[in-house]
């Protein structure tokens, strides 16, 4: 185990970042706008202009981050293989994390899960 402690670093590393890259890059292709990165206390996240997006189009910003830490997580899986049951375990936890609505944090769940409902209520923005 100690010798994975560099590749697991640099997982977390890497999924971070492409997490929050992965919400600027869609909210930029779809129209929206980054404005910074954003650090609260523990927490790092990116802010991002949506006023011109449609509600749908909101939820595949906050899908991307997600998403983006899936392939960071099968290019790992590609370079050590035989550690495929860490990366998926690190990759599981991190989603429960941020996609599980906790309503205490502004985490991609809580936000998805408001846009849910906005949509099921038939209610705008």
């Given at each position: 185990m100690t010798t994975m402690v560099i590749p697991l670093l640099a997982l977390a590393c890497a999924m971070v970042l492409a997490h929050?890259?992965?919400?600027?890059?869609?909210?930029?292709?779809?129209?929206?706008?980054?404005?910074?990165?954003?650090?609260?206390g523990w927490m790092l996240g990116v802010r991002l202009s949506v006023k011109s997006l449609s509600l749908r189009q909101v939820?595949?910003?906050?899908?991307?981050?997600?998403?983006?830490?899936?392939?960071?997580?099968?290019?790992?899986?590609?370079i050590w293989p035989a550690e495929l049951n860490w990366w998926l375990l690190i990759l599981g936890l991190q989603w429960m994390m941020n996609l599980i609505p906790w309503?205490?944090?502004?985490?991609?769940?809580?936000?998805?899960?408001?846009?849910?409902?906005h949509h099921a209520l038939g209610t705008a923005r």
């Open positions: 929050e890259t992965g919400h600027v890059v869609v909210t930029r292709l779809l129209g929206g706008r980054w404005l910074g990165v954003e650090f609260r939820a595949w910003t906050l899908v991307a981050g997600p998403l983006a830490e899936a392939m960071v997580v099968a290019a790992f899986a590609l309503g205490l944090i502004p985490n991609d769940g809580t936000r998805l899960w408001r846009i849910l409902r």
